[in-house]
């Protein structure tokens, strides 16, 4: 036979309000994963960022590596340009200086044709030149090179001088030479001077003769001269400032040289 159990305890009161009593789990919804859905993604993307930036940059490391070796490719060329370029510059003052020494040198001429012909025309008409001589300037001595500027004489000459000895029928005619002399262009007047003067018998080589007595035993007196020599210094005035006075007294040559050096410009004008 079966048997029926029926369990009437489910419809009591006390149990029901157990079941209620119960805990109920809450649902999860799809919008409370977002923020969870952005931190994976976030995740993934930002090593493929990393890694699209280290091959960008990896690219220009390169790119600026052959720039780097190019530009020390050409630095080393212009290295060896701007030896050369310094070469031909050395090269180039080399050659200036030796030209300007050579100027200098040909600036300091005095053809002695213009310096004759500039006496003959001074001299007056009765006083004679017997030698001309030319002395060297005298080299500086050790204590004028140790000494300052303004312990040394400004007015040392350096061209050398002139010392002119002949015979004159008086002492203001020697004097009126000395004069004549010092206003050259050829020669420094502040160191022109006469040396000696003295009264002598006129020699054979001025050209008087003695006048001749009536009788051989009569003694005549033999004229009287004044026998000279004047010191001058020659002028420091380079001969390209003297063009015109050279070009005076017949010096065509050298007008025409420094004309062209001129020209050039290794002279100012």
Do not use: C, H
């Amino acid at each position: 036979m079966y048997s029926l159990d029926i369990n009437f305890l489910k419809d009591r009161p006390e149990y029901q309000s157990k079941s209620a009593t119960k805990v109920q789990r809450p649902s999860i919804q799809l919008g409370n994963l977002i923020p969870v859905y952005i931190g994976v993604g976030v995740g993934l993307v930002l090593p493929g960022l990393v890694f699209i930036g280290l091959s960008i940059l990896e690219g220009k490391t390169t790119e600026v590596t052959r720039e780097v070796a190019k530009l020390e490719e050409e630095g080393k060329s212009l290295d060896g340009t701007i030896a050369s370029l310094n070469k031909i510059k050395a090269e180039t003052v080399g050659i200036n200086s030796q030209t300007k020494a050579l100027v200098t040198v040909f600036d300091q001429i005095r053809p002695w044709s213009a310096m004759l012909q500039d006496l003959r025309d001074r001299i007056p008409s009765k006083v004679q030149i017997e030698t001309i001589k030319q002395i060297a300037a005298p080299l500086p001595s050790k204590e004028v090179v140790a000494a300052t500027p303004s312990k040394t004489n400004t007015n040392t000459n350096t061209a050398g001088f002139l010392e002119i000895s002949g015979f004159a029928i008086s002492y203001a005619l020697v004097n009126d030479f000395a004069l004549s002399l010092g206003q050259s262009k050829f020669l420094n007047p502040e160191e022109t001077k006469i040396i000696t003067a003295e009264l002598i018998d006129a020699p054979p080589v001025t050209g008087f003769l003695p006048p001749k007595g009536g009788k051989s035993n009569e003694k005549i007196k033999p004229i009287q001269v004044v026998k000279y020599t004047i010191k001058t210094g020659l002028s420091s005035v380079p001969a390209s400032d003297l063009i015109q006075e050279l070009e005076k007294k017949g010096t065509v040559g050298l007008v025409d040289r420094l004309r062209n050096i001129k020209k050039v410009g290794v002279i100012a004008q």
